[in-house]
């Protein structure tokens, strides 16, 4: 069961815990356009208790995180937002965030209201070292002097599971993976200890061990006084975090209930289809062709893909780090290697290394019989037509001034590929393939939702018909319909165009679902190796081992099945 609040000034008894901590009430959000206001949420209400736990659920560009936004006065000049969202603070009196002029509601922001955005890379300020970042937040708030400020962002980042927090904090954001740079935006968020957090997929980028531990922070923080919006598209994650869910659908809230009412026995078919497209381990795996990676003599067989002992050492202000510590692998054409392993294990550093964006410290890439390292600037970028990627953060690989369809051309175009003509052509067929329409060939990166931006890098990708493919996650950003749409695609265009794939995640079951063959990295090194389903079936080293049991599942069997104003996984919180 779940443990009690603990008593003090935020114990429940209080006068001000009587009321919920955030009433929203007809919550409406457009967008002045050209040609009219466009309305993108409608109507959204909901109480949100002290210590309490809301799940806002639905597909990409259902009005999740519009609807936050707004509460938060987050919106360009064009928003037009109409309803109620009041505050009550302890010991203070209601606020309405959407009435109370920016004035206040900036004194409100990170103090009593803190947020988690889905993007840490465009959250943070790549120029400023974490320290800064985090000790002004309570500097300015009046929270902590200097000194003190420094000790709580230290343990604010040991809190969230980044290692060596002392040495980390002074390094700057773009010096860290991007599952630590999430990590060191939820600690930015709760290092005040806000009375409640609006968590926007606060684990999307983290692998599945730290975002148990995350999630195990925020419920402790919860069960301390600090209630919680969630938005997300892991009904895992809600599953395993909040009472409640509230599904959204093109603005409007399709159904409300109890987490685990809503996914034990959904009401709307809506919210039925949501819970079906969710991907579990062991759910459903397509069979794959076993393909021999040796010949009858015993040695390896013509690999697209071979690296032998790559290594890569990083310099930094607080010593050198070995990123990635001589690494081998093959990769077969057709074929579909998986790449897993916590946040900072040298997953991303490998793909940049096998694609020779980054030089490697030492070791050898040979792509197609050649070896990358000796080729010429020129040669490098004829070669490179064949080697595509897909990178974790859509948003910053995307041009952001050039329009949908020019990002999916510009592979073309650097390449002097086709007409003007063509290249528009080639874009509204790469599009359909990633289940968008010509619709969007004249929309800019920012007028896309997440997941339509990762689905429109990955038709950039795939433009020039390359051999091999990398994806840094390539499916992090999509809300679960998406996501298995995304998924069977790549495994459509694999068996068409015979492409080799080097998947890079920390989403277990995007592994069991895709790939032939999986290894396992951590502090930069190869632990386990082996074929897909003899990993999931009998993982061999002790670190694969944990990476399994922290998966969190959406469907399985809950302590008491009645229990509905229960999250439905105490069970997992021992």
Known sequence: MRAEPSDGPRAAGSAASRKPVLEVSGLTVGFALPDGVKTVVHDLSFSLPHHGSLALVGESGSGKSVSMRAILGLLPGNARVQGSAVLTAEGSPGLDLLTAGEAKVRRVRGRQVGMVFQNAMEALNPSIPLERQLTEHLIWHGLANKSDARRRAVEALGDVGIPEPERRIRMYPFQLSGGMRQRAMIAMATIARPDVVIADEPTTALDVTVQKQ????????????????????????????????????????????????????PKEAYSRSLIDAA???????????????????????????????????????????????????????????????????????????????????????????EDLGALAPKALRARRRGMQMVFQSPYGSLLPTHTVAENIAEPLR??????????????????????????????????????????????????????????????????????????????DLQSRLGFALLLITHNLAVVERLADDVIVMRRGQVVERARTADLFANPQHEYTRALLEAVLPVRGAVTDPEATDLPGVAWQRQ
Request: charged share 25%; net charge negative.
């Open 279 to 369: 991907l579990d381990v062991g759910m459903d795996v397509p069979e794959r062709e076993v393909v021999a990676i040796t010949d009858t003599a015993g040695t390896p067989s013509e690999a697209l893909l071979q690296v032998r002992d790559l290594t890569k050492v990083f310099a930094s202000r607080g010593g050198d780090v070995v990123a990635v510590d001589e690494v081998s692998l093959d990769l077969l054409p057709g074929r579909t290697l998986g790449v897993v392993g916590e946040s900072g294990s040298g997953k991303s550093t490998l793909a940049r290394l096998v694609l020779r964006l980054i030089e490697p410290t030492s070791g050898r890439v040979t792509f197609d019989g």
């Open 214 to 265: 995350i999630l195990d922070l925020l419920v402790h923080l919860r069960d301390q006084g600090m209630a919680m919006v969630m938005i997300t598209h892991d009904l895992g994650v809600a599953r395993y975090v909040c009472d409640d869910a509230v599904v959204l659908r093109d603005g409007d809230v399709v159904e409300r209930a109890p987490i685990a009412q809503l996914l034990r026995s």
């Open 414 to 491: 650097i390449n002097k590929i086709g007409t003007p003509t063509e290249r528009r052509d080639r874009a509204v067929d790469l599009l359909r393939l990633v289940e968008l329409g010509p619709a969007y060939l004249d929309m800019y990166p920012r007028q896309l939702s997440g997941g339509q931006q990762q689905r429109v890098a990955i038709a950039r990708a795939l433009a020039l018909k390359p051999k091999f493919l990398v994806g840094d996650e390539p499916t992090s950003a999509l809300d679960a319909s998406v996501q298995m749409q995304v998924l069977d695609l790549l495994r």
